[in-house]
């Protein structure tokens, strides 16, 4: 099983909350990747589900995890699976170019009625890049 974490949402940004803090003080910053995925917006955080269009992506980041069971262990929790997402693990392109296996958190719930967010950049969608 892989020790990477892909993250699209509210924990790319360790000051963001004390959820995205915790998970920074337990791994490392790859760098950037994508996700054959689309992205929505669920309320005041995103939701992706995978795609089988090569020309839909999420953006994010890549995080290597020092201790992936105690991690998984808190952030189930934390992302509600698996009710509202589901931890599983995909395929996500580094921005090296490399493919690597990595958890994500998608999305466990229909949706039709959210707005999608095309770019697949979370943070640009709220205006913060």
Same mark, same amino acid.
């Given at each position: 099983?892989? !020790? ?7 924990? &790319? ?9 915790? @998970? #920074?003080?337990?791994?490392?910053? %790859?760098? !950037? ?10 309320? !005041? ?10 020309? =839909?992506?999420?953006?994010? &980041?890549?995080?290597? @995890? ?7 262990? $808190? @952030? =189930?929790?934390? $992302?509600? %699976?698996?009710? &509202? ?12 170019? $490399?493919?690597?296996?990595? #958890? ?20 640009? !969608?709220?205006?913060?890049?």
């Amino acid at each position: 099983m892989p !020790d990477h974490l892909f993250v699209y949402g509210t924990l &790319l940004d360790p000051r963001a909350n004390p959820m995205a803090a915790w @998970l #920074w003080q337990r791994g490392r910053r %790859v760098g !950037d990747a994508v996700f054959q995925g689309r992205l929505y917006r669920v309320a !005041d955080y995103p939701g992706a589900v995978a795609s089988d269009d090569p020309a =839909d992506c999420v953006k994010g &980041l890549l995080l290597a @995890l020092d201790n992936p069971a105690q991690v998984f262990s $808190e @952030l =189930d929790l934390y $992302e509600g %699976v698996p009710d &509202l997402f589901r931890r599983q693990p995909v395929m996500v392109k580094t921005g090296k170019g $490399e493919t690597l296996s990595a #958890w994500i958190y998608l999305y466990n719930r229909p949706v039709r009625r959210l707005a999608r967010i095309r770019s697949g950049d979370f943070l640009n !969608d709220r205006g913060f890049r």
